[in-house]
């Protein structure tokens, strides 16, 4: 999306996040942390091992309440909608988790009709064409009937997204899509997003290390390191960052730690690792 | 040996022992809020467009219930067999053979029918909820229902302890009829009395409470086996070995409050 810059000066973002803290015991995983999200962009967060990117989506999911700050999702705080509320909430947005979470005691079509059964009144026909409709989406069409087992690892995570999709999502997030694939199996998947995100008009929120996926994909960028957004950005501008540890995640090149043994030890014993 | 040191070997023991403690507390807790949980959405869902589904009701009953039916009818006839040998045995001293037939009905229907077919289930169904849940936790398949907007507790939690309401009843029925026979069984061996007349006896031995005391308790430990199984399915963290672990937890800790729900029950019904 080439106008995304301009789109975020004049239109309320869709996921507004202000101040979001949160401490696992006396560590701080997330500090700050502020971000604006617009419809119909796709927004990648991104950051090495432990950055806590994976955490904030889990609070974007609403899986978890922050200690502190807030979470906007169309125009109202996630976390102090009631039971109601947020079966509504849950029903606007899909998750595509990192290995996929497809049950495995179901067939693939039985995985993606599962939000249908349980949200509407629709019947198995009517539920059979629709799976169908979202198998075929992510070309998987065909395979309706093998188990999750049965499947690769590409098409696990392209049945998890028609699984994401069968409600018809305002919000689609990915969690590590490429994780785990081949360069060819990913960079379909990629391809699959940029067309969901023109075909179906959805907002797309991607968590991924991979960076050659994200600069394909992405509107915008936020990088996260050590809990802290560093900066939130185009592609060219991420790229083009001096931040010195925006550079070392782009060049892949690792910090140099000084590991005392005798403080690593020490830690270890009091549980601190 | 020195007070002080005395004092700082203890000190290790008493904070496990505290910790335990506090951990024990917890899990009960936890567990007391999954069956709150729990009945909310089996009385309230239908307001909330999540009802518990019928059909995932039934495939617990098949699953806890029926295929557990034949182990459950073996055993207990082996246990009726086995406590009729013992009493023949026992009672030969006193002259009171004879007597073995209340003995059996009555211990049976109020106390071995009801535990035979709880440690069966706790062993059975119990080890394999805690890994099925287990394994969705550790697969996200559990942070794919919450997403879904479908509660984790009335998806997973609320079936099973219908199913074991409905279940477990039966089954115990089932395991007091065939301990009764093996008692027969035996009875007729060795005191040459006739099946019939074994029948009559039993009945007449026996009052409806003594067989509405087994039911209750067939209820109370149902639960149990539901929520501990599935308390430690949700607690599961840590791979192949926490899973191990948690449905190895699962089998001792149902086993262990069946036991000891068992004695208050006797304790207070039969004293």
């Given at each position: 999306m080439n106008n995304a810059k301009l789109q975020t000066e004049s239109v309320t973002p869709i996921i507004q996040v202000r101040g979001l803290e949160t401490w696992y015991g006396e560590h701080k995983i997330l500090e700050a942390v502020n971000l604006d999200v617009f419809a119909g962009e796709i927004m990648v967060i991104m950051g090495g091992s432990g950055s806590g990117k994976s955490t904030l989506l889990r609070y974007l999911l609403g899986l978890h309440k922050?200690?502190?700050?807030?979470?906007?999702?169309?125009?109202?705080?996630?976390?102090?909608?009631?039971?109601?509320?947020q079966i509504e909430y849950r029903k606007k947005i899909g998750v595509s988790f990192q290995g996929g979470a497809l049950f495995n005691s179901m067939t693939v079509g039985e995985n993606v009709r599962m939000p249908l059964r349980e949200h509407t009144a629709l019947d198995e026909n009517t539920m059979r064409i629709m799976s169908r409709m979202k198998l075929e989406v992510v070309n998987l069409a065909g395979y309706e009937n093998l188990t999750p087992a049965q499947l690769s690892g590409g098409m696990v995570k392209r049945a998890a997204l028609a699984r994401a999709l069968v409600m018809d999502p305002k919000i689609l997030f990915f969690?590590?899509?490429?994780?785990?694939?081949?360069?060819?199996?990913?960079?379909?998947?990629?391809?699959?997003?940029?067309?969901?995100?023109?075909?179906?008009?959805?907002?797309?929120?991607?968590?991924?290390?991979?960076?050659?996926?994200?600069?394909?994909?992405?509107?915008?960028?936020?990088?996260?390191d050590r809990g802290h957004i560093l900066m939130t950005g185009t592609v060219d501008e991420v790229r083009n960052s001096e931040n010195s540890r925006i550079q070392n995640l782009l060049t892949r090149t690792a910090e140099e730690q000084v590991i005392d043994a005798d403080d690593y030890l020490q830690r270890l014993t009091e549980g601190a690792v | 040996m020195p007070v002080n040191q005395q004092a700082?070997?203890?000190?290790?023991?008493?904070?496990?022992?505290?910790?335990?403690?506090?951990?024990?507390?917890q899990n009960v807790g936890y567990s007391a809020a999954l069956f709150a949980e729990s009945l909310f959405w089996i009385v309230c869902g239908r307001?909330?467009?999540?009802?518990?589904?019928?059909?995932?009701?039934?495939?617990?009953?098949?699953?806890?219930?029926?295929?557990?039916?034949?182990?459950?009818?073996?055993?207990?006839?082996?246990?009726?067999?086995?406590?009729?040998?013992?009493g023949i045995y026992?009672?030969?001293?006193?002259?009171?053979?004879?007597?073995?037939?209340?003995?059996?009905?009555?211990?049976?229907?109020?106390?071995?029918?009801?535990?035979?077919?709880s440690i069966v289930v706790a062993g059975r169904s119990g080890a394999a909820i805690a890994a099925r849940i287990g394994t969705?936790?550790?697969?996200?398949?559990?942070?794919?229902l919450r997403v879904m907007g479908i509660a984790?507790?009335?998806?997973?939690?609320?079936?099973?302890?219908?199913?074991?309401?409905?279940?477990?009843?039966?089954?115990?029925?089932?395991?007091d009829v065939m301990a009764i026979l093996g008692g027969?069984?035996?009875?007729?061996?060795?005191?040459?009395?006739?099946?019939?007349?074994?029948?009559?006896?039993?009945?007449?031995?026996?009052?409806?409470?003594?067989?509405a005391q087994g039911l209750i308790k067939s209820l109370v430990f149902g639960t149990l086996i539901a929520l501990v199984a599935t308390s430690n399915g949700f607690s599961a963290t840590g791979g192949a070995e926490g899973l191990g672990k948690a449905t190895t937890r699962s089998v001792v800790m149902c086993i262990a409050a069946i036991v000891i729900a068992d004695m208050i029950f006797t304790f207070f019904l039969t004293l």
């Open positions: 922050p200690d502190k700050g807030s979470i906007n999702i169309f125009g109202k705080d996630i976390h102090s909608l009631n039971s109601k509320q969690d590590e899509p490429s994780a785990g694939l081949d360069p060819v199996v990913a960079a379909d998947l990629d391809n699959l997003i940029l067309n969901l995100r023109d075909a179906m008009q959805v907002t797309v929120v991607v968590v991924t290390h991979e960076l050659e996926s994200a600069f394909k994909i992405a509107d915008r960028i936020t990088v996260l | 700082s070997l203890m000190r290790p023991a008493i904070e496990m022992l505290g910790r335990k403690f506090v951990e024990t507390i307001w909330f467009h999540q009802k518990v589904q019928i059909s995932a009701v039934f495939e617990e009953m098949m699953n806890i219930g029926v295929k557990a039916a034949p182990i459950v009818a073996i055993l207990a006839f082996a246990n009726g067999a086995m406590m009729a040998i013992q026992t009672l030969e001293d006193f002259g009171a053979q004879s007597q073995i037939i209340p003995a059996v009905a009555m211990s049976v229907t109020r106390e071995f029918g009801v535990l035979i077919t969705m936790n550790m697969a996200q398949e559990i942070d794919a984790p507790v009335r998806y997973l939690v609320s079936p099973v302890l219908l199913a074991m309401l409905v279940v477990m009843p039966m089954l115990t029925i089932l395991a027969g069984v035996i009875t007729g061996m060795e005191l040459h009395i006739a099946m019939p007349v074994y029948i009559d006896r039993v009945l007449l031995a026996l009052a409806p409470f003594d067989i």
